[in-house]
């Protein structure tokens, strides 16, 4: 994608608007002057590359350089500068360095259309802090989307079963027992979408071998 065509983007309301959700999200406290962890740092000359220590949902301690209104890392924001030639870690810089991460999620055209849930499900790669993220993070939950953009996204109550075995999954010892039947985006699972107008497909769990 051209830096002419970002900037393009920019001038969409429903743009600016998804750019301000993934903001609001990161909960940046001092917009493009912000580190991970809500410190605040001055000049926007460059991004500040300062490496900081957290703690994942798993325990785990793990390390960040993200920084600016949308938590670029490092090596993300160095990629972005030298595609397109940005100078500095600047407002505009970071709006058009966040709209080319959308583009590069293939979201954007969702974007434009305000297909809001399309949109967060394709980025929640890249934001770790939107609901359909995959990371071991902290996020928000389906009701703060909707709350800031005025939608009625409703994404958690709908369950979906998924054919294991077509997954690749190699069952244990089959064991005689009643079927269980579980809700995989309760345990997490992000995989493709059902199609439409097709049947669900459910799986004996415990004939596969799954402890639950």
């Known amino acids: 994608m051209k830096l002419s065509q970002l900037q393009q983007a920019y001038?969409?309301?429903?743009?600016?608007?998804?750019?301000?959700?993934?903001?609001?999200?990161?909960?940046?406290?001092?917009?493009?002057?912000?580190m991970f962890g809500n410190e605040r740092?001055?000049?926007?000359?460059?991004?500040?590359?300062?490496?900081?220590?957290?703690?994942?949902?798993?325990?785990?301690?793990?390390?960040?350089?993200?920084?600016?209104?949308?938590?670029?890392l490092n090596s993300t924001w160095n990629n972005l500068a030298k595609r397109y030639g940005f100078r500095d870690f600047s407002p505009q810089a970071q709006d058009l360095g966040a709209i080319a991460l959308i583009?590069?999620?293939?979201?954007?055209?969702d974007v434009l259309k305000g297909d809001w849930q399309a949109a967060i499900q394709k980025t929640g790669k890249e934001w770790a802090s939107l609901p359909?993220?995959?990371?071991?993070?902290?996020?928000?939950?389906w009701d703060f989307v909707n709350k800031h953009l005025g939608s009625n996204i409703q994404q958690s109550n709908q369950p979906q079963f998924v054919d294991l075995k077509a997954l690749g999954y190699k069952p244990q010892a089959a064991q005689q027992a009643q079927p269980k039947f579980v809700d995989l985006r309760a345990l997490g699972y992000q995989g493709q979408q059902p199609q439409q107008n097709t049947q669900p497909q459910f799986v004996d769990l415990k004939a596969l071998g799954y402890k639950g």
Do not use: C, M
Request: proline fraction near 3%; glycine fraction near 10%.
């Open 103 to 109: 583009a590069g999620r293939g979201a954007l055209d």
């Open 41 to 72: 740092f001055g000049s926007l000359a460059t991004h500040p590359n300062v490496r900081k220590a957290f703690k994942q949902t798993d325990g785990k301690t793990n390390y960040t350089t993200a920084a600016g209104r949308y938590q670029f």
């Open 132 to 141: 359909s993220s995959t990371y071991k993070q902290g996020k928000r939950s």
């Open 11 to 34: 001038a969409n309301p429903n743009v600016r608007k998804f750019l301000d959700l993934i903001a609001q999200a990161e909960g940046v406290k001092h917009g493009y002057n912000t």
